[in-house]
């Protein structure tokens, strides 16, 4: 069973504005629309089922494949290998946990050192998620409670973005499939990139790129300081070139205000990065519930490509 609209209710398109090209509904070619239906038919072969995050049956097939440039062994290997892991860590089990028992701490600790808020939507009706990494001190957090618990955490949190895809998906009547991220990086320094928090780091990345495929729409790093591109060095190694394409690393208030704001209206940014909606920073639960400041909204004037670019190579 498939969470969110019935397949016959799923809205036919997406976004005005979104330019997807081959790989997506509504423009398959011929070759992968074969790669769709094998897939399909291999899942009911053997008796497959997709968890309710996953979504929609279809959309979700089509993102494993765009995973695996439509390779349908490589693909189905990959769903097989995530539904396994899935049932082995009961993720339904765990989404159904409370924050604090996930983290297996009082979450104003880790809040207190990683700041993690949903706020808003972008143009196109995507949720937007804010991170402030820059005071990430993973060993204070470590003192109350353990790495693995900071893992589980991010899932129980990837988790509940699922659920604000599928809320924005019923109520904006169009597919909402990515996510925007905008990672603060002001005050980050060498000391923070220990070899915990780089374990860290490339475990949530793991966790992401194999269990929620194609989630990504774009990443905007802010503030960043030079001495972050030692770390990027690394981090960069962790994903594929699609998602590295996704990701754009700038500076201060004059480099990243024109960039969200090319991405996100002024009324749903958040004002401590150029925007009016006031900081939901103290509220760090997700829940897949909106602000007042989220509304439907008439397509506008096309959006303009965003920096695909990351400054630090």
């Not at 194609?214 to 990443?219: A, N």
């Not at 989220?294 to 630090?312: G, I, L």
């Amino acid at each position: 069973a498939t969470a969110g609209l019935p397949e016959a209710d799923a809205p036919p398109r997406y976004h005005p504005q979104v330019e997807h090209k081959d790989g997506y509904i509504g423009c398959l070619t011929d070759k992968q629309e074969a790669a769709l239906t094998e897939l399909e038919n291999k899942m009911k072969e053997l008796k497959l089922t997709l968890p309710p995050s996953h979504g929609l049956k279809t959309q979700t097939l089509l993102r494993f494949l765009r995973a695996r440039s439509f390779d349908v062994a490589k693909s189905m290997k990959m769903l097989e290998d995530d539904l396994k892991w899935r049932n082995e860590k009961d993720v339904i089990a765990l989404k159904k946990k409370g924050e604090e028992d996930v983290l297996g701490c009082d979450p104003a600790i880790l809040h207190k050192y990683l700041p993690v808020w949903h706020q808003g939507v972008d143009k196109l009706n995507n949720p937007v998620i804010y991170k402030k990494f820059g005071n990430f001190e993973i060993w204070n957090v470590t003192k109350h409670t353990k790495l693995e618990n900071l893992v589980d955490y991010h899932l129980w949190q990837m988790e509940r973005y699922m659920d604000l895809l599928d809320a924005n998906t019923k109520k904006y009547g169009h597919l909402v499939e990515t996510l925007t991220m905008v990672i603060d990086a002001k005050d980050w320094r060498l000391g923070l990139f220990t070899k915990e928090s780089s374990k860290f780091l490339y475990r949530i990345s793991k966790v992401d790129s194999d269990h929620f495929p194609e989630r990504l729409g774009k990443l905007v790093v802010v503030n960043a300081p030079y001495l972050l591109s030692v770390a990027w060095k690394v981090i960069r190694g962790w994903l594929d070139p699609k998602t590295q394409s996704k990701i754009t690393i700038v500076r201060g208030p004059k480099e990243y205000e024109p960039l969200l704001k090319e991405i996100i209206d002024e009324d749903q940014l958040c004002e401590e990065y150029g925007g009016k909606a006031k900081s939901a920073c103290a509220a760090p639960e997700v829940k897949p519930n909106f602000s007042q400041t989220e509304r439907p909204r008439q397509p506008k004037e096309k959006v303009p490509h965003t920096h695909s670019d990351v400054a630090f190579n």
